[in-house]
């Protein structure tokens, strides 16, 4: 990509109960109030190879079980991601979860991810504050930052609209996306 070339953006999720597909359809909408254009992929249906045709990514995987992968990512998706080449890429995380029920292990999706895509080349943006949450751990944070957006849509889903615009528009900022022009 270069100074004259739009950049190319996806969003590729994993959703088991519909949270995290809300959650990437907002985040599209958002983009797209930033004059962005995206592609919206769900990941059970979408070939990990996908990942490499976009210059930005924004992915989406909620903490299933007990601290793992949400089944759409686990098993095969997650080690395809091994294969390839995100070198160059900028790669934003947000994931749903329970942050009361699943305390100790809540957003661990968002660390298992991440550790995944540096070893691909990728650039983690869109840190987000664990100030306002009630966990005691979580693989998907470091040093009062996850990851990427943690949303909780169990506890906290009035807050759900407000982080993902702000959010999004601290994402736009850190990957120096600039909106399409729109002509009248």
């Not at 953006?9 to 809300?22: F, H, K, L, M, V």
């Not at 979408?46 to 930005?56: A, G, M």
């Not at 991601?81 to 661990?108: H, I, R």
């Amino acid at each position: 990509m270069n100074d004259t070339t739009k950049p190319t953006i996806g969003i590729i999720y994993g959703s088991t109960n519909g949270a995290t597909a809300e959650a990437a359809l907002k985040i599209q909408q958002e983009l797209t109030a930033h004059g962005l254009s995206t592609e919206r992929h769900d990941i059970l249906g979408t070939e990990v190879k996908t990942l490499e045709r976009f210059d930005k990514l924004f992915l989406g995987c909620p903490t299933w079980h007990i601290g793992d992968l949400q089944d759409d990512w686990a098993g095969k998706k997650y080690k395809e991601l091994a294969t390839l080449n995100l070198t160059g890429k900028q790669a934003a995380l947000f994931g749903t979860g329970d942050q009361y029920v699943y305390s100790d292990t809540f957003q661990d999706a968002l660390g298992i991810l991440a550790a995944e895509l540096r070893h691909s080349g990728v650039e983690l943006v869109g840190m987000w504050p664990t100030d306002g949450y009630e966990h005691t751990e979580s693989k998907g944070a470091i040093a009062g930052k996850f990851l990427g957006l943690a949303l909780d849509d169990d506890n906290q889903a009035k807050q759900t609209p407000g982080r993902i615009k702000a959010w999004v528009a601290q994402v736009v900022v850190e990957m120096n996306l600039k909106p399409e022009l729109v002509l009248n």
